[in-house]
């Protein structure tokens, strides 16, 4: 078996050959003239480990340039970040399920996709072969025990996210809650934790993905604003639009943690073990 990687997971793909002690396949890429990728892997094994974060579309193309070149080996299929995932409804006529139709395009030519912390595992349904999901919730509360807070509180955004909320803070036996947001005029919403309180604590806030930013700043100053002693944003997809890790850290936030499953300066946490345990264990969910 060996590991392959677009361009967009490889220093995540490395740590994941090294933690399976498998050797990685060096690719070639580059890019004709009229900007189409091209790619040329060097010698296969019959059985591949294929790793790809969906970034943006050119990330998708060059993972689907790979499975294809793939093609006479077994390949298993991992998505650490999958773009588009967010699209899971159609939420007005006339839209696509975006989600289906990446799902629909990178579950052939692969035997079974692994993906971490997806938006919604609904997604999982549309991949034509065996999906399944991974999450390192658990990792990123390893790395918040790590930094020693005092009884931090650790907070979902929304209920949605409070599963996760809840898998990190088992680490450390921490206390966790969601946001609830109460409307208080037409134009004045509260965001408050639902049961706990969050004066002279440490809250740290999690989510699957950071994208602008604005989820995590508008309940920052509202956790400020009750006398939170810090805040910190942990999230497994640092996606980072319109410059919000730096939008974050000038609204007060202490720190911004995301994983490698997008290749960051501020992914401190790695999917890496997590990922090489779902490869050595097929069955595990
Ligand atoms: C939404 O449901 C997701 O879980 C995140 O809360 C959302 O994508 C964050 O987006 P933003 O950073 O743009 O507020």
Redesign the pocket.
Known sequence: MKVISTEHSQVLATRVARALDVKLVDVKYSRFPDGEHYLQTGELDDETIIIGSVTDNDALVQLLLLIDACSESRCHLVIPYMAYA?QDKQFKKGEPLSARAVARALGSGVCDVTTVNI?DPTVLQHFSVPARNISIAKDIGSYLQALDLKNPLILA??D??LKFAEGVASVGGWEFDYLEKTRISGNEVLMAPKQLCAASRSVVIV??????????ATASGMLYHQDAQEVFAACVHG?F?EG?YGKLISKRIRDVICSDTIERACSRVSAADRIAHAMKNPRAP
């Open positions: 967010r938006h955004p929304d949605g996210a989510d699957d993905i950071i994208s602008t930013g604005g989820t995590i996606v639009t919000a």
